[in-house]
């Protein structure tokens, strides 16, 4: 029996390390907009396709995730749908999955507001808007008729202090985090969204680069399947995903605000007739021209731009598997029986020496 506890913590020993050290980078802190991911990694799925995942949020003040994957600095990374502008100007970027299948950002203004819809948004003073990674909420004031070149622009450096003061009418939010803060302020707000008037595009993009599609294309695949198969877990199993960003990634988030997340993203997440983390290619084109980005590069950038799933069947997997597992066998199985070699045979030498020391006496 004892022999067997060697051999298995050998066969453990040797399968850690072949497992593959892989770096996913956040585009934000901790919170349950990346669920998926956190409960990838607590119920094994990553380690059963053989990858050990380092999960990294954002540093706030450089939280570009296309750098840090390209500089390879990380494998995979969580980025907004501005991707496809910088796969448009030649970057080497390639989307995976859209884990939301609508825009999460929106204006937020007061429930006291005159502002209800795009077109009221005329002559109103809007937060600073950043045009790369919300180019949406541009897109549906243009369309709206707002010249947003005429839009009084708020740059202070407390937006949410000064947004509960009324020193500017509209600000940019991420669904799941600011409307909370406004209302554990007590504050009553309302938001206006890109969806609501047509302006429909994907969010928080999980990508890799085209470098590392072609040097380990069953990594990545490996990696995209075990991710999405976490978000479906994350979305059936909301309270343990909560539990599980509490006490391993972020304690300082309340219950109450974490449920808040999940209720809000769920829709985001999840829609019917469309399995999580699916894209168009058809639909990723139409936001080109929406953003007006195809105006000014060929659309023959675009392709390759949507991931295809490499043909990796099951089945396979398991071989692949199997064939590793007997090899790490053959290869450790000779470190156990030198081992039970190595002891039996200083227990005859011992045995012979206290013979010797028994007959001189």
Not at 269 to 295: D, F, H, K
Not at 318 to 323: D, Y
Not at 347 to 354: D, K, L, P, S, V
Request: glycine share 6%; aromatic share 12%.
């Amino acid at each position: 029996m004892r022999g067997l506890a060697y051999i298995v913590v050998l066969l453990i020993s040797c399968y850690s390390s072949a497992q593959e050290n892989v770096v996913l980078q956040l585009k934000w802190l901790h919170q349950f907009q990346f669920a998926g991911y956190y409960m990838a990694k607590e119920k094994g799925f990553y380690e059963q396709a053989g990858l050990n995942v380092t999960i990294l949020p954002a540093d706030p003040s450089s939280p570009d995730t296309q750098f840090k994957v390209l500089a390879g600095q990380a494998h995979f990374g969580v980025t907004h749908s501005a991707i496809l502008q910088s796969r448009m100007q030649g970057k080497p970027l390639v989307a995976l999955a859209a884990i939301l299948q609508s825009s999460p950002y929106c204006w937020m203004v007061k429930e006291n507001s005159q502002i209800y819809a795009p077109q009221d948004f005329k002559g109103k003073r809007i937060s600073y808007l950043g045009k790369a990674e919300n180019a949406e909420l541009m897109v549906m004031l243009k369309q709206a008729g707002v010249d947003i070149t005429q839009l009084p622009l708020y740059s202070g450096l407390y937006p949410i202090d000064d947004f509960k003061k009324g020193l500017f009418d509209a600000l940019q939010v991420y669904v799941t985090n600011e409307p909370f803060e406004m209302r554990q302020a007590g504050v009553a707000t309302r938001q206006i969204c890109p969806k609501q008037y047509g302006v429909n595009v994907y969010g928080d993009i999980l990508f890799t680069s085209e470098n590392l599609i072609e040097q380990k294309p069953l990594m990545v695949e490996k990696f995209r399947q075990a991710s999405l198969k976490g978000w479906r877990y994350a979305m059936l199993n909301m309270n343990e995903s909560i539990d599980v960003i509490r006490t391993k990634y972020n304690p300082d988030k309340s219950k109450e605000q974490l449920a808040y997340e999940a209720d809000t993203l769920r829709p985001f997440v999840t829609q019917a007739g469309i399995s999580i983390g699916n894209m168009s290619e058809t639909r990723w084109r139409w936001i080109a021209q929406l953003y007006g980005y195809a105006q000014d590069t060929q659309q023959n950038q675009l392709d390759n731009f949507v991931y295809h799933p490499q043909n990796v069947k099951e089945s396979y997997q398991w071989s692949w598997m199997l064939v590793a597992a007997s090899l790490l066998t053959f290869l450790c199985i000779p470190l156990y029986l030198h081992l039970i070699f190595s002891r039996h045979l200083k227990y005859r030498i011992t045995h012979a020496t206290q013979g010797d020391k028994k007959g001189v006496e």
